[in-house]
C-alpha cells in the first residue's frame, strides 16, 4: 500500500511497525519516523500526537451536530425518551470515532515540510512545503478555551482550504509550534529558542507553570472599542430588520394557538435564526486588536471563539475603505483586506483574515492604512470623476464614482448607499482589463477592470473611452515600474 502526500510530492512506502519513541510532556509515545531512505530517524524528530482530550471535544462538537441535524420534528415523532437514546448512541459512536482517528493522527516538521498522518483503514501522509506557508492561525473555540486547549490552521498559497487543522493542542504546545513554522517558512535557522516561545499575550488559559517567556505582541496599532462595536452593529439594516423579524416569528407562534414544547422550541430556534446575524459580527469581532510585527500584521480578535491571525504585509492585494449609510453621521468607517494565498472557498467567512479594522473614525483609517501602504494619504488621494454623460446609466450614483492614479496605488471610488474605496498596490496587480458594453458604446464609455491575485481588485467605473484606454496603457506602465523595483 501505498501513501501518497498531498501537493505532488513523490509516494512514500508506508513504514512496517517501529518502535516507539518518547514524545513531548504530556503526549503519549508515537511510532518513529523513519527517514526517506527507509532506514532509522538519522536526527528526525519523533512524530507528536494531538493532546488527548482532542477526542473529548471533537465528540462534544459531534453531539451538538447530532442533535441539530435530528431536529424538534423527530423528539415529535419519537418522544423524548428514543430520542435521547438516538442522540447518545450517535454522540458515543461519534466520540469512538474521535479517539480512533487520535491514535492514528500524527505530526512532525522533517526539513522545511510538516506532515500530518492520519487514517485507519486507509493511511493518508499530508506533507506541506513550509515555503508555501502564509499563516498559522490560533484559534480557540469556547470548549477549547474551557479546556486550556488551541487549534492550529495553516494556509498555504493556493490552497482551497484551510490546510491541516491540528485540532487540539495545548495553548503553549500550539503557540511554540506556530513560532517554529513561521520561522521555518521564513528561512531562518531552526534554533532550540523557537521552541522556546510562550503562548500570544492575554490568553488566560496559559499553563502558568511553564517555564517560558512571553512571545512578543509587536507594536500596537490600534484597539477597537467593544462599545463602538456594539453601536456600530445597531447602525446596520440587519438591526433595523430584527423588531420585524422578531414580531413575524412571533405571530406565527400565536397563530398557530400550540403552547406545546415542541412549538415553543421551534420558535425560540427561529428568533435564535433571526438575531444570529448581527450578534455574530460582535462576538467575531470583540476585542479586536491590530498590531505591527516585523513584516507582519497580528490581528486579535473574539469573544466565544479568539483568534489571533497573522497576516504578511507582502501578500495584501487590496485595502478597501466602507462607508455604511448610517455609519456616516458618525464618521466611522471599515477597513478590510484582500489576501493572496488564502482559502477563498471557505463556506466559514470568519475563516478568512479579511478584517483591518471592525470600526474606526477616518484618522485612525487613514494611519492603519498607511501602515499597510506606507506613503498613500487616503485623504490625498488624486480621484477624478466620470464625464457627465455618465448619468444615464447611473443617475443617483454617478457623482460618487471616481478613480485615480497615485503614486503608489490605483484607487477607484463606488457605491450609493455604502460608499467603497479599494485600493490596489501597482506591484499587486495581475491584469488590466477595458470592458465597453452596448450601452457604453453608444455613450463612448468604457470601464477600467484592475485584477489582483487575491479577490475582486478594483474598477473604475464608466471613463471617457479615450480616457479609458489611456489610464490602462499609463497603469501598465507603473506595473511593470513598480515590480521591476520590487
Given at each position: 500500500?501505498?501513501?501518497?502526500?498531498?501537493?505532488?510530492?513523490?509516494?512514500?512506502?508506508?513504514?512496517?511497525?517501529?518502535?516507539?519513541?518518547?514524545?513531548?510532556?504530556?503526549?503519549?509515545?508515537?511510532?518513529?519516523?523513519?527517514?526517506?531512505?527507509?532506514?532509522?530517524?538519522?536526527?528526525?524528530?519523533?512524530?507528536?500526537?494531538?493532546?488527548?482530550?482532542?477526542?473529548?471535544?471533537?465528540?462534544?462538537?459531534?453531539?451538538?451536530?447530532?442533535?441539530?441535524?435530528?431536529?424538534?420534528?423527530?423528539?415529535?415523532?419519537?418522544?423524548?425518551?428514543?430520542?435521547?437514546?438516538?442522540?447518545?448512541?450517535?454522540?458515543?459512536?461519534?466520540?469512538?470515532?474521535?479517539?480512533?482517528?487520535?491514535?492514528?493522527?500524527?505530526?512532525?516538521?522533517?526539513g522545511r515540510e510538516l506532515r500530518v498522518y492520519e487514517g485507519l483503514l486507509w493511511r493518508r501522509t499530508r506533507a506541506i512545503p513550509l515555503e508555501r506557508l502564509q499563516s498559522v492561525e490560533v484559534v480557540r473555540p469556547l470548549?477549547?478555551?474551557?479546556?486550556?486547549?488551541?487549534?492550529?490552521?495553516?494556509?498555504?498559497?493556493?490552497?482551497?482550504?484551510?490546510?491541516?487543522?491540528?485540532?487540539?493542542?495545548?495553548?503553549?504546545?500550539?503557540?511554540?509550534?506556530?513560532?517554529?513554522?513561521?520561522?521555518?517558512?521564513?528561512?531562518?535557522?531552526?534554533?532550540?529558542?523557537?521552541?522556546?516561545?510562550?503562548?500570544?499575550?492575554?490568553?488566560?488559559?496559559?499553563?502558568?507553570?511553564?517555564?517560558?517567556?512571553?512571545?512578543?505582541?509587536?507594536?500596537?496599532?490600534?484597539?477597537?472599542?467593544?462599545?463602538?462595536?456594539?453601536?456600530?452593529?445597531?447602525?446596520?439594516?440587519?438591526?433595523?430588520?430584527?423588531?420585524?423579524?422578531?414580531?413575524?416569528?412571533?405571530?406565527?407562534?400565536?397563530?398557530?394557538?400550540?403552547?406545546?414544547?415542541?412549538?415553543?422550541?421551534?420558535?425560540?430556534?427561529?428568533?435564535?435564526?433571526?438575531?444570529?446575524?448581527?450578534?455574530?459580527?460582535?462576538?467575531?469581532?470583540?476585542?479586536?486588536?491590530?498590531?505591527?510585527?516585523?513584516?507582519?500584521?497580528?490581528?486579535?480578535?473574539?469573544?466565544?471563539?479568539?483568534?489571533?491571525?497573522?497576516?504578511?504585509?507582502?501578500?495584501?492585494?487590496?485595502?478597501?475603505?466602507?462607508?455604511?449609510?448610517?455609519?456616516?453621521?458618525?464618521?466611522?468607517?471599515?477597513?478590510?483586506?484582500?489576501?493572496?494565498?488564502?482559502?477563498?472557498?471557505?463556506?466559514?467567512?470568519?475563516?478568512?483574515?479579511?478584517?483591518?479594522?471592525?470600526?474606526?473614525?477616518?484618522?485612525?483609517?487613514?494611519?492603519?492604512?498607511?501602515?499597510?501602504?506606507?506613503?498613500?494619504?487616503?485623504?490625498?488621494?488624486?480621484?477624478?470623476?466620470?464625464?457627465?454623460?455618465?448619468?444615464?446609466?447611473?443617475?443617483?450614483?454617478?457623482?460618487?464614482?471616481?478613480?485615480?492614479?497615485?503614486?503608489?496605488?490605483?484607487?477607484?471610488?463606488?457605491?450609493?448607499?455604502?460608499?467603497?474605496?479599494?485600493?490596489?498596490?501597482?506591484?499587486?496587480?495581475?491584469?488590466?482589463?477595458?470592458?465597453?458594453?452596448?450601452?457604453?458604446?453608444?455613450?463612448?464609455?468604457?470601464?477600467?477592470?484592475?485584477?489582483?491575485?487575491?479577490?475582486?481588485?478594483?474598477?473604475?467605473?464608466?471613463?471617457?473611452?479615450?480616457?479609458?484606454?489611456?489610464?490602462?496603457?499609463?497603469?501598465?506602465?507603473?506595473?511593470?515600474?513598480?515590480?521591476?523595483?520590487?
Amino acid at each position: 500500500m501505498q501513501i501518497r502526500p498531498a501537493w505532488g510530492t513523490p509516494a512514500v512506502p508506508e513504514a512496517p511497525t517501529a518502535p516507539t519513541v518518547p514524545a513531548a510532556p504530556g503526549h503519549p509515545p508515537v511510532p518513529a519516523e523513519p527517514t526517506d531512505q527507509g532506514g532509522a530517524a538519522g536526527g528526525a524528530e519523533p512524530r507528536q500526537r494531538l493532546h488527548p482530550l482532542s477526542p473529548v471535544l471533537h465528540g462534544a462538537k459531534s453531539l451538538f451536530v447530532v442533535i441539530a441535524g435530528l431536529s424538534w420534528s423527530t423528539l415529535s415523532r419519537v418522544g423524548f425518551g428514543w430520542f435521547a437514546v438516538l442522540v447518545a448512541v450517535l454522540a458515543l459512536g461519534a466520540t469512538v470515532l474521535a479517539v480512533v482517528s487520535w491514535y492514528n493522527t500524527g505530526y512532525h516538521i522533517v526539513g522545511r515540510e510538516l506532515r500530518v498522518y492520519e487514517g485507519l483503514l486507509w493511511r493518508r501522509t499530508r506533507a506541506i512545503p513550509l515555503e508555501r506557508l502564509q499563516s498559522v492561525e490560533v484559534v480557540r473555540p469556547l470548549l477549547a478555551q474551557l479546556t486550556g486547549l488551541a487549534e492550529l490552521r495553516l494556509e498555504v498559497v493556493g490552497g482551497g482550504k484551510t490546510e491541516a487543522p491540528l485540532a487540539y493542542l495545548s495553548v503553549a504546545d500550539a503557540a511554540r509550534l506556530r513560532q517554529r513554522l513561521l520561522a521555518v517558512a521564513a528561512g531562518t535557522p531552526d534554533r532550540e529558542t523557537a521552541d522556546a516561545v510562550p503562548p500570544p499575550a492575554g490568553d488566560p488559559a496559559v499553563d502558568a507553570a511553564a517555564p517560558v517567556a512571553r512571545e512578543p505582541a509587536g507594536r500596537p496599532l490600534h484597539a477597537v472599542s467593544n462599545t463602538d462595536l456594539l453601536v456600530s452593529q445597531l447602525l446596520t439594516p440587519q438591526a433595523f430588520l430584527l423588531p420585524v423579524g422578531v414580531a413575524f416569528v412571533v405571530f406565527q407562534f400565536l397563530s398557530e394557538g400550540s403552547w406545546s414544547f415542541i412549538a415553543v422550541a421551534s420558535t425560540l430556534t427561529a428568533m435564535a435564526g433571526v438575531l444570529l446575524q448581527p450578534v455574530r459580527r460582535v462576538l467575531d469581532d470583540w476585542n479586536f486588536r491590530l498590531a505591527r510585527e516585523a513584516d507582519r500584521l497580528r490581528i486579535h480578535n473574539g469573544l466565544l471563539e479568539t483568534r489571533m491571525q497573522t497576516v504578511p504585509l507582502e501578500r495584501v492585494q487590496t485595502v478597501v475603505v466602507t462607508w455604511p449609510l448610517l455609519w456616516r453621521m458618525k464618521g466611522w468607517l471599515r477597513l478590510r483586506l484582500e489576501v493572496a494565498g488564502y482559502s477563498g472557498g471557505e463556506a466559514d467567512d470568519r475563516n478568512r483574515p479579511d478584517r483591518l479594522l471592525p470600526v474606526g473614525d477616518r484618522e485612525t483609517g487613514a494611519r492603519i492604512v498607511a501602515e499597510v501602504l506606507p506613503g498613500v494619504r487616503l485623504g490625498a488621494l488624486p480621484l477624478t470623476a466620470p464625464p457627465a454623460r455618465v448619468r444615464w446609466l447611473r443617475p443617483l450614483s454617478a457623482r460618487r464614482l471616481a478613480a485615480g492614479l497615485d503614486e503608489r496605488v490605483f484607487a477607484a471610488r463606488s457605491g450609493l448607499l455604502t460608499r467603497e474605496l479599494a485600493l490596489v498596490p501597482y506591484a499587486r496587480v495581475q491584469s488590466v482589463r477595458v470592458v465597453q458594453g452596448p450601452a457604453q458604446r453608444r455613450l463612448r464609455l468604457a470601464t477600467v477592470h484592475v485584477d489582483t491575485a487575491g479577490g475582486a481588485g478594483a474598477t473604475a467605473y464608466h471613463r471617457d473611452l479615450a480616457e479609458a484606454w489611456a489610464l490602462a496603457a499609463e497603469l501598465t506602465a507603473r506595473v511593470h515600474a513598480a515590480r521591476r523595483t520590487r
